[in-house]
């Protein structure tokens, strides 16, 4: 058995677990002045908590000697595995661990199968305590070394946290307290690129496409200089094309409820695993209930981060996802994946059955990575770009198939994506879900009337208020359970990503307001100078964004964590985020 010192081990592992934070934060190339400081106060945080270990442990008479032993080192030992698995997470997400981080990249969420593991673990746990308490011993005779160490550690973690308050502005405090919140409310005149819609239509056909991963920029309607939306392109000459289209969310399971439902499902500080039976209504059943046939097409998996329990198909007269028919051509778990070309020929199939007026709803999914199409597609540089061709050729089947069955004349047709998607890495965030940059928000959108002047509107709107606009558009009174509106000019616009990454963020008047819920940083950008968001603003100036920002986000979540639509009454929360129920 190999004897040492207390403070040997002290100054040893408290080095080396820094050495860790500096190789972590250098393979994720975040060296600022907020991880130089963290280096030394994690430092000094370890030097602190180790030598209180032996201080509390070490020469106390009510204890034995070996109890004293091996509790030193299972406390030692809890306290390296956990900072190792906080620098591996921090490694592959990016930031300093959260329970929802764990929760994320476990891929759990059941709370019976994360208490067995976590038992298990206690087991392995104990047994390496067992083993490393054989190899090693302590020889100090008093705990004054380590009684020493720690004081001295103390009064550098005390100068390091005054440091953080006195001279780092890196991070913003964020007001909490309900009281200071303001709910701002913002003049609302109706977009009048919309107001000149003044036609009457009687039931028409609505074919709704939802597409995968697409952020606005890569198609030629917005400037894409390749040729791989020739068919959407086409089409947008003929429509109504939204220029800044803000998705909810940047991450698919908050993005669809935020567009079908209109309705924003933040509901706490952990992802949603929808198991609130809080009130909602999906476009479907609206029309449905105007007494439209029904369809539901989907090349994804719906099962996918539980979706399935947050969307209602009973009034679908046909409802087909990917796993449906338990044949799919791609992926595995739950991100089994049909071709996007047998989803149209199962649509377009119903389309020939179904009774006029129809709604139909459809999702297609080449364009998420691993971006999938059959040969004969490779017809570009970049897989994305031939996924999105591919997508593309299935929406000209469809306009084709409406043309040729003479329903195009009194068929409406929306496409839009659920979010968008880095493919240009501006803020070292590549794909989607883990930002709230704009290539991720920013998402092509267009409504096609049959017989209605074509229009580009310009101002930002949401996926909140776009099932809204359509539907007053038809004449369809708004659901009370929807939080959005018809689109009108200032509305303050709102969107989260609650991946592992926890932010939330607005846009109002070209000021975009993002907040780290995590680190507790703020981001403030000026659009309308830098529409690519690469030069941050101080956050001082902007108080009033700010407050507005978290007063949304605090009503969310006291919505749901008090189920206020039981015992609905109308206040400033309610009348900030639109709730009605």
């Not at 100036?541 to 007063?551: C, E, P, T």
Request: net charge neutral; hydrophobic share 40%.
């Amino acid at each position: 058995m190999k004897k040492v010192k207390s403070t040997q081990v002290i100054i040893g592992v408290s080095l080396c677990l820094s050495l860790c934070t500096a190789i972590a934060t250098t393979i994720v190339n975040q060296w600022n002045a907020r991880n130089i400081y963290n280096l030394f106060y994690f430092t000094f945080l370890s030097f602190s908590i180790l030598s209180a270990i032996y201080v509390v442990i070490s020469k106390r008479k009510e204890i034995s000697e070996r109890a004293q032993h091996l509790l030193r080192v299972g406390a030692i030992t809890l306290y390296i595995l956990i900072y190792l698995i906080c620098t591996l997470t921090y490694v592959f997400t990016g930031q300093i661990t959260k329970l929802q981080t764990i929760i994320f990249l476990s891929g759990l969420d059941n709370i019976i199968i994360i208490a067995g593991v976590f038992l298990i673990l206690i087991l392995l746990f104990g047994l390496l305590i067992r083993s490393i308490s054989k190899r090693i011993k302590v020889k100090d005779k008093s705990r004054k070394p380590a009684a020493k160490m720690l004081v001295i550690n103390l009064i550098l973690l005390g100068i390091t946290l005054i440091a953080n308050t006195l001279f780092l502005s890196a991070e913003n405090s964020l007001i909490t307290d309900k009281n200071e919140l303001i709910a701002y409310r913002s003049e609302q005149v109706l977009l009048p690129e919309l107001s000149k819609i003044n036609e009457t239509f009687e039931q028409p056909n609505v074919v709704f496409i939802l597409l995968e991963s697409i952020t606005a920029e890569r198609l030629g309607m917005y400037g894409y200089p390749l040729n791989v939306s020739p068919n959407m392109d086409a089409l947008s000459e003929k429509s109504i094309v939204f220029t800044n289209a803000y998705t909810t969310a940047t991450h698919s399971e908050y993005a669809l409820p935020g567009l079908v439902s209109s309705r924003y499902i933040v509901r706490g500080d952990f992802r949603n695993t929808f198991t609130d039976n809080n009130p909602r209504k999906f476009v479907w059943e609206v029309f449905k209930e105007k007494n439209y046939s029904t369809g539901y097409f989907s090349s994804q998996d719906d099962r996918w981060q539980n979706m399935n329990r947050y969307l209602n198909y009973d009034s679908l007269d046909s409802y087909s996802y990917s796993v449906s028919d338990e044949v799919t051509d791609y992926g595995i778990g739950f991100s089994q994946k049909d071709y996007d070309h047998r989803t149209r020929q199962l649509a377009t199939q119903w389309l020939s059955q179904a009774k006029e007026p129809f709604f139909i709803y459809l999702d297609f999914q080449a364009t998420h990575e691993p971006y999938v199409y059959p040969d004969g597609y490779e017809k570009f540089d970049h897989k994305y770009d031939n996924s999105l061709h591919y997508v593309d050729d299935q929406i000209g089947k469809i306009i084709s198939y409406l043309q040729s069955t003479n329903k195009l004349n009194n068929t409406i047709i929306v496409i839009t994506a659920d979010h968008g998607h880095d493919l240009e890495n501006r803020h070292d965030i590549a794909g989607h879900g883990l930002s709230i940059y704009n290539e991720e928000l920013i998402v092509p959108a267009l409504i096609f009337i049959p017989n209605v002047k074509p229009t580009v509107v310009h101002d930002p709107v949401s996926h909140i208020d776009f099932v809204p606009a359509l539907l007053d558009l038809l004449g369809h009174p708004i659901p009370d359970e929807f939080q959005g509106d018809v689109l009108r000019k200032n509305r303050p616009i709102y969107f989260v990503t609650q991946s592992h990454k926890y932010k939330i963020g607005m846009v109002e008047n070209n000021i975009k307001v993002i907040i780290d819920m995590h680190r507790n940083m703020i981001e403030v950008y000026d659009l309308e100078r830098d529409p690519k968001e690469l030069h941050k603003l101080s956050s001082k100036q902007y108080k009033k964004q700010i407050l507005k920002l978290l007063f949304w986000h605090f009503c969310q979540k006291e919505y749901y964590k008090n189920k206020k639509w039981i015992s609905f009454e109308q206040d400033r929360c309610s009348v900030h985020n639109n709730f009605k129920i």
